[in-house]
């Protein structure tokens, strides 16, 4: 039996500013901004998948960092159930907030 042909599109990018922190453990300042898409299947309408994302991050070069970032996702009513069961992630909005320390 010969398996279906599905064509699929993604993209995401990422733009980031840094202000400071060239040598270790110099503090920074790093905004972004992020924003991704995925159509699952492209012979398929209103099955698109989408990302968009606000953040800060910031601390000490290689020793010291915290992000806070604000982010959304959603998709249209045609993701195939394979990728959200019963196409859970229908329209979301989080807030995270994550820090790490080297040593």
Known sequence: ASQPQIKFGTSRGIVAWRL?????GESYF???VMA???????DVHSDM??????G???????????????????SQ?????????GNSLV?????KLQIGGGF
């Not at 998948?49 to 606000?54: D, R, S």
């Not at 800060?56 to 959603?74: D, E, H, N, P, Y």
């Not at 009513?77 to 959200?84: M, S």
């Not at 329209?91 to 807030?95: A, K, R």
Request: glycine residues 16%.
């Open 20 to 24: 400071g922190g060239l040598h270790k």
């Open 30 to 32: 790093e905004p972004y």
């Open 36 to 42: 991704g898409v995925f159509d699952p299947e492209l």
């Open 49 to 54: 998948i989408w990302e968009g994302a606000l």
């Open 56 to 74: 800060v991050s910031g601390g000490m070069w290689k020793r010291l960092r915290a992000t806070l970032q604000f982010g959304t996702a959603g």
């Open 77 to 85: 009513y045609g993701v195939p159930d394979q990728v959200f069961v």
């Open 91 to 95: 329209d979301q909005q989080n807030v």
